[in-house]
């Protein structure tokens, strides 16, 4: 469904400026807002004060709003890297979902998401591997969209990178680890114990204990 097609409300955020460096967007980061309710996020990533915004935001009732023009650099990612590339705010969209991230996400919501997933990808050229969470870009800093997010489902529509099935190196080593999540485009500089919970929070979501061939697996 074209952005056309959505019902999209334009709700202008004053916090934005230019790509860097001639970047145009080739992820998408999804958030989720941790506030009570989808007019609190408007307003604060409306607010000058607060220098944050995103470029959509989807309300727990379906509802889209766009707060930042696609070509320009919304305030959404902050210190991290994906793929070996800094400066995530001048390669991505940033969309914030309506979550408190201890509830399950809408029916709604997880539609209009699809929806809008659906067309920046097909417009922007964005692969399903480059869709990724503000946890997979920033481990040990940020854990949203969370444990409650439902990425088998996104995974199930080719609009987020599949898990593994199998692996040649199971052997639950945090260097093996580490190498597997570098190809899959977790950033190099942070501890094991971030780069461990950040996987699970994506691939295996509730799993505790130390490292494990599972852990592996799902990055295979």
Same mark, same amino acid.
């Given at each position: 469904?074209?952005?056309?097609?959505? !019902?999209?409300?334009?709700?202008?955020?004053? !916090? $934005?400026?230019?790509?860097?460096?001639?970047?145009?967007?080739?992820?998408?980061?999804?958030?989720?807002?941790?506030?009570?309710?989808?007019?609190?996020?408007?307003?604060?990533?409306?607010?000058?004060? $607060?220098?944050?915004?995103?470029?959509?935001?989807?309300?727990?009732?379906?509802?889209?709003?766009?707060?930042?023009?696609?070509?320009?650099?919304?305030?959404?990612?902050?210190?991290? &890297?994906?793929?070996?590339?800094?400066?995530?705010?001048?390669?991505?969209?940033?969309?914030?979902?309506? !979550?408190?991230? &201890?509830?399950? $996400?809408?029916?709604?919501?997880?539609?209009?998401?699809?929806?809008?997933?659906?067309?920046?990808?097909?417009?922007?050229?964005?692969?399903?591997?480059?869709?990724?969470?503000?946890?997979?870009?920033?481990?040990?800093?940020?854990? +949203?969209?969370? &444990?409650? $997010?439902?990425?088998?489902?996104?995974?199930?529509?080719?609009?987020?990178?599949?898990?593994?099935?199998?692996?040649? +190196?199971?052997?639950?080593?945090? &260097?093996?680890?580490?190498?597997?999540?570098?190809?899959?485009?977790?950033?190099?500089?942070?501890?094991?114990?971030?780069?461990?919970?950040?996987?699970?929070?994506?691939?295996?979501?509730?799993?505790?204990?130390?490292?494990?061939?599972?852990?592996?697996?799902?990055?295979?």
């Amino acid at each position: 469904m074209p952005v056309a097609d959505m !019902n999209i409300i334009q709700h202008p955020s004053p !916090n $934005f400026g230019e790509r860097r460096d001639g970047a145009r967007p080739e992820l998408i980061v999804l958030h989720y807002t941790a506030m009570p309710t989808a007019q609190a996020a408007l307003a604060r990533l409306s607010d000058p004060a $607060f220098e944050v915004s995103a470029h959509y935001l989807i309300g727990r009732c379906g509802q889209i709003w766009q707060m930042v023009d696609e070509e320009k650099r919304a305030w959404h990612a902050g210190a991290g &890297a994906w793929g070996g590339l800094g400066d995530v705010n001048s390669r991505s969209i940033g969309i914030e979902l309506s !979550n408190s991230g &201890a509830e399950p $996400f809408s029916e709604l919501l997880m539609a209009s998401l699809e929806a809008l997933l659906a067309d920046l990808m097909a417009r922007w050229g964005i692969p399903a591997q480059n869709i990724i969470g503000h946890s997979d870009m920033a481990p040990g800093r940020k854990i +949203d969209p969370g &444990a409650r $997010f439902d990425w088998p489902r996104l995974e199930q529509q080719g609009m987020a990178r599949l898990r593994g099935e199998a692996g040649q +190196d199971l052997t639950p080593d945090p &260097a093996r680890l580490r190498a597997l999540a570098t190809v899959c485009g977790y950033p190099e500089d942070v501890s094991d114990d971030a780069l461990l919970e950040a996987v699970r929070l994506r691939y295996r979501r509730g799993a505790l204990g130390p490292l494990c061939a599972e852990d592996l697996r799902v990055l295979g």
